[in-house]
């Protein structure tokens, strides 16, 4: 058996891999699953009434200050302003679309190829539960906020499907729990998988983690590019000197007819 030389070896191995660069992304991709299905963060967000009544206060105090006399606004009209805003304020919240409850929001995100089933979102830590809210799928929580209501803390609030992602497409979940008190609220995600497994979600910054992988399949994609081009550049050189090879040794032969009659005999 006749063992290849290195210019044949190298030549083809040349080929095999400029061949499968443009398909190195896809490749990339189906090698590169996270041992992590999904992800989660979450954001506390204080009362909103409770700041605004701070800062209603201080305007307040401050105008009540700047009365200096008589001839200005009256003091009593100053105090009885304060005291119908003061009364009324839960009425002024709902006019002005805010919830009067601190609230905890947590984003779901789905890194795997495989959708995820029946996420369930327990608020560990949130005191006082009054509703909740789901997005973008407003109507994904099969529990009804006067359910949860008559249960004690922590509650858990369901979210039905988050659909798989793709190379360049994440997609999120968001739920919110809004309450007396989500302050020292720690929640913990839990969805089932394709497989019918139960798995707990990762707890990272999303947009970094996201920002991360995007970085990396990109600086592979590179690599792939490059290889891709080099790959041309050595089967180009490759050609050229095997034509070169073989105009070589037709010169040689033409120069030299005792050759064939050699080989003739």
């Known amino acids: 058996m006749k063992i290849p030389s ?26 590169s699953e996270d041992e992590d299905s999904f992800l989660f963060e979450y954001e506390y967000k204080k009362n909103p009434v409770v700041e605004w009544n701070r800062q209603i206060n201080a305007a307040l105090k401050r105008l009540d200050e700047s009365v200096k006399s008589a001839d200005d606004l009256p003091k009593s009209l100053v105090r009885k302003l304060t005291r119908e805003l003061a009364l009324n304020t839960p ?28 996420i369930r979102v327990q608020f560990l830590g949130c005191v006082g539960y009054d509703s909740h809210s789901t997005y973008p799928d407003s109507m994904a929580s099969q529990e009804s906020a006067e359910a949860l209501r008559k249960l004690a803390d922590p509650v858990t609030v369901s979210y039905r499907k988050l659909t798989r992602s793709t190379p360049d497409v994440s997609h999120n979940a968001y ?83 005792s050759i064939n009659t050699d080989a003739a005999r």
């Open 6 to 31: 290195a210019a044949a070896i190298t030549g083809w191995a040349t080929i095999l891999v400029t061949g499968l660069s443009p398909f190195g992304p896809a490749i990339y991709d189906a090698l």
């Open 91 to 118: 009425t002024l919240a709902a006019w002005a679309d805010l919830k009067a409850f601190d609230s905890m929001q947590v984003r779901v995100t789905n890194i795997s190829k495989r959708d995820l089933n029946n």
């Open 175 to 257: 739920v919110t729990f809004f309450g007396q008190d989500a302050s020292n609220c720690k929640p913990q995600v839990f969805a089932d998988l394709e497989n019918g497994k139960s798995a707990l979600g990762k707890f990272v910054k999303i947009d970094e983690y996201l920002q991360q992988r995007r970085s990396e399949r990109y600086r592979w994609e590179r690599i792939f590019d490059i290889t891709f081009k080099l790959g041309l550049l050595g089967f180009g050189l490759f050609l050229y000197f095997q034509v070169k090879s073989l105009k070589s040794r037709r010169g040689q032969v033409g120069a030299n007819p």
